[in-house]
């Protein structure tokens, strides 16, 4: 996942000058990104208590890059070991009980049954209950790596988890998509001003003085 920033009509060779005014802006972007979508992964699901993500994997892999070409500056979004995974975990899941939690008036954000309900407004949906042996070995991984005990058999275990996740859904936490959305808002207007800023220097460096006026967004010449 990555945002460009395209610089139509200005010369290729620009960005091969001085642009520090434009990565700061994109780097500030990327890095409240990252920031605020920690602090979503981080605070307490809808149950009050736990926190959004079992695993700590997403949380630490989570970062941004910045890359540049001739007209062309891009802050990618990278998930590392949890590339396979990190949409299900923005756009939750469907549990396999969505329906019946419907009819029952069950809803997100309370406890015991009402829990089914979790993944509302997610495109993504569990079919089946039953955990397949791919989630089983993911699940037992995580408990191996996790400071706790299980009673009994760790397969029963992971069954028994697995199964419950399959059945009640995944939150949809929205870590990615809503911190995006929310500064991709004054995005546009901090790449103008520091593309002025920019730009400035860049003609402060030519023999004729020229200034750029922000406000009407003109090159005037002195």
């Known amino acids: 996942m990555a945002v460009t920033l395209r610089l139509r009509g200005v ?10 005014s434009l990565e700061e802006a994109m780097i500030k972007f990327g890095s409240k990104v990252i920031q605020d979508g920690r602090v979503i992964l981080n605070s307490p699901g809808s149950d009050g208590f736990n926190k959004r993500t079992s695993s700590d994997t997403l949380y630490n892999d989570y970062h941004y890059t910045l890359k540049q070409s001739n007209s062309t500056m891009t802050v990618g979004f ?14 939750g899941v469907k549990g396999v009980g969505y329906s019946e939690a419907k009819t029952q008036g069950g809803t997100q954000g309370k406890r015991g049954r009402t829990g089914i309900a979790r993944g509302q407004g997610s495109p993504f949906a569990f079919k089946y209950a039953r955990p397949g042996k791919v989630m089983r ?43 995006v959305k929310t500064h991709l808002i004054t995005l546009p207007d901090e790449v103008k001003e520091a593309f002025r800023i920019d730009m400035q220097n860049l003609i ?16 005037q010449t002195k």
Do not use: M
């Open 11 to 20: 010369d290729g060779k620009f960005l091969q000058g001085d642009t520090k």
């Open 78 to 91: 990278e998930f590392g070991r949890a590339n396979s995974y990190w949409r299900f975990v923005d756009e």
């Open 137 to 179: 070995e993911a699940i037992k991984e995580w408990i191996a790596n996790k400071p706790i005990s299980v009673d009994g058999n760790i397969e029963s275990a992971a069954f028994a988890i697995g199964y419950g996740i399959k059945r009640r859904g995944l939150e949809r936490t929205q870590f990615y998509t809503k911190p």
């Open 204 to 219: 402060n460096k030519l023999p004729n003085k020229i200034t750029i006026d922000s406000k009407k967004t003109l090159i």
